[in-house]
Every structure is written in C-alpha cells, then in structure tokens.
C-alpha cells in the first residue's frame, strides 16, 4: 500500500454507500495542478451508476473505490445525489477529464501513458492526439491483454511506465479491471492513474460521443445502449435499477 499524500483530497459524500468525491471538473482538474507532485503514485476513480454498484455488492471493489485519491462522479446520477450535501459537485467524466487535462499539459510539461485498447484503436488515438493536441508529449502507449496480468507483470508495467517518464497514466480496460489495476500500481510508479473506462475509443473517433444535451440531462446512458444495445441492456437492466433501488431504500452495503 503507498504512503498517504501529503495534501488533503477534496471531501466525499456516501452515495448508496460508496465514498463519491464532491468535486466538479474544474475543481478536478485544479487540484490536480496544484497538487500532482504531492499525489504521484496515487488513482483516480471514474464512478458511475455501475461502478457504485459493483462496490456497493463487493467488498473487495469497494475497498479498490474507496482506496483511491478520489473517485470521480462520472454518472450523473452520483452527482444529483451528492448535491444534497454538497451543491457545488458535478460530473467529471473520462472524457472530459482526459481532455482537460491534456489541454494543460503543454505549459506544464506533462508527458502522457496510455495502456488498454487495442493495437489498431491506439494508433487511431495516437492520430487523433497529434492531430487535436499537438503539443501534447505521449511517451508510451501499450495495448491491453484482456486478461488478468500477474504480480510480475505489473511490476514490469510499472518499471516500462516510469522509464518513459510519463506523468500521467491513462487506464482504458474498463470496469472494474482498470481499477482493481490502478490499485495494484498504486505507490510503484511516479504517474497519477486514471482509469478512464472508454474515453480512449471516444478521443479516437472510434465510438461516438452522447450529445451534450443527452449529457447534461442524464441519459448518456440511454445513448450508450442504443450503440451498443447486445453489450449493455443486461448491465443496464441489472444495474440501473439495483441503484435506483439501493438509493430508494437505503439499502446497506455489504460489508
């Protein structure tokens, strides 16, 4: 387990009983500057309706989320219930946060990782990063396995990842692998780790991104199963409604 950071994170608030960080992007992304020398080593969580209620059911996952430097309100259902106690949460999602990120970096310096995907999705993002972000420094960028990697292998990740001198680990395995990942990384390199779930294949124009009225009104969702209805009606069937269930009722986690 590593250290502690030394500067405080941004509160949480429990929703449905997981440790949600109420913070907006803006608010993010400046501690993050402010801060990234302090919090090397540590990882961020993208928390949506799914992620909470994989942590909410597993012990193990929910001591992954709530283990990490923050865990990020990606749904929008975690931030309206987060404002109840704390009015100025909002959404901060893989993709926007990837790209705020990136828009800094430059004038600071910062140099980017990129480990998930697929061989062929990675080069279409290595494109689309030169293309939007040209002044962005990506030192590496290494498909997934699909499977489960070893002790040895994430050593070796972590020794690869801090040769290239990258500040910035992106994570693209998606849920709840990237995070179980992240927390096995955690204090072995010098990067921040953020897992980031789809927002490589989004960045790369590989799958298309909700409208932002679909967004800002919470139906992301909606338009991810419409895209991908064989891949999600089950996640979305189960998942979505144990929430609005576990929310209703105040259910409690198993612990």
């Known amino acids: 387990m590593a250290a502690e950071p030394c500067v405080q994170a941004p509160p949480r608030v429990p929703v449905i009983g997981v440790p949600i960080t109420a913070v907006d992007l803006e608010g993010c992304v400046r501690f993050v500057e402010e801060n990234l020398d302090a919090i090397r080593g ?6 949506n309706a799914h992620t909470t209620v994989m942590a909410h059911d597993d012990p193990a996952y929910f001591e992954v989320q709530a283990g990490s430097l923050m865990s990020l309100p990606d749904g929008k259902p975690l931030s309206v219930i987060g404002r109840r106690s704390e009015p100025s949460m ?3 999602t893989g993709p926007d946060l990837l790209r705020a990120l990136l828009e800094r970096s430059p004038s600071h310096g910062w140099s980017h990782y990129f480990y998930g995907s697929t061989p062929e999705n990675l080069g279409l993002l290595a494109a689309a990063l030169g293309r939007d972000y040209p002044r962005v420094r990506v030192v590496g960028a290494e498909p997934s396995v699909f499977r489960e990697i070893s002790d040895e292998e994430v050593g070796e990740l ?3 990842v801090d040769a290239s001198g990258a500040d910035f680990l992106w994570v693209g395995i998606g849920a709840p692998r990237q995070e179980a990942l992240c927390a096995r990384l955690e204090g072995r390199t010098r ?3 953020a897992g980031v779930g789809g927002a490589f294949n989004i960045l790369a124009g590989v799958v298309p991104e909700a409208p932002g009225w679909m967004q800002r009104a919470g139906l992301e969702w909606l338009y991810r199963l419409v895209q991908e209805p064989g891949r999600l009606f089950e996640r979305y069937a189960v998942t ?10 105040g259910k409690k986690r198993i612990s």
């Open 158 to 160: 972590a020794e690869r």
């Open 42 to 47: 540590s990882y961020l969580c993208l928390s």
């Open 191 to 193: 990067c921040l780790m």
């Open 240 to 249: 979505n409604t144990k929430f609005v269930y576990y929310a209703a009722t």
């Open 90 to 92: 909002g959404r901060v």
